[in-house]
């Protein structure tokens, strides 16, 4: 015997939908038993009991399953408009992000047009800049320019290094002591 306990527990979880209702597989007890299978089988099946139950003549077991059909349709009808409300929930979502990528796209085209056109923006290039112009100065005496020692060095060459002079025997003889005539200081 099972005790109170553990059925009310898993009769509350039963009652809580999870995940996708439309293709979820359900067992319904019926009036005839156990009918498995996803809320459209299922109606479908209890639609079928219903009429056959009318052609019999018995309204009670008509209407018992068409009672049943019809509370399968509430729920599959409810998951349908859950489904349908997230699908366009995304749907707006995804239009709205398009939107953002389009602006942003839109305004670095519009940016890069400008920089391309130069409105009031400085040119990369050297080269597009307006250059001055060159005046050539005949003679180049009174070119008015400053004169740099670089400059100075280039108009006067530099005078040859003299070649340094080896020491005469003179020299030498001058730098080391003369020898002495007394033997007894050389020892």
Do not use: C, W
């Not at 109606?43 to 068409?66: C, M, P, S, W």
């Not at 509370?71 to 398009?98: D, P, V």
């Amino acid at each position: 015997m099972r005790s109170s306990k553990s059925r009310s527990r898993n009769k509350s979880n039963r009652n809580r939908p999870s995940g996708n209702i439309v293709n979820r597989v359900f067992d319904s007890s019926g009036p005839e038993g156990k009918v498995r299978g996803t809320p459209q089988q299922i109606i479908d099946k209890y639609n079928q009991l219903a009429r056959d139950a009318q052609l019999a003549g018995d309204r009670v077991a008509t209407e018992n399953f068409q009672q049943h059909a019809e509370h399968y349709l509430r729920m599959l009808s409810e998951a349908q408009r859950e489904q349908e409300a997230k699908r366009e929930e995304q749907e707006r979502q995804n239009r709205e992000r398009q939107a953002e990528r389009d602006r942003e796209r839109q305004e670095r085209m519009e940016r890069q047009e400008r920089e391309s056109n130069g409105n009031n923006q400085p040119s990369t290039d050297p080269g597009d800049a307006p250059q001055p112009d060159v005046i050539e100065v005949g003679g180049g005496e009174d070119s008015g320019l400053v004169e740099t020692p670089e400059a100075k060095a280039e108009e006067k060459p530099k005078p040859a290094r003299k070649p340094r002079r080896k020491p005469t025997k003179k020299a030498e003889a001058e730098d080391t002591p003369p020898p002495s005539d007394n033997p007894e200081a050389a020892e």
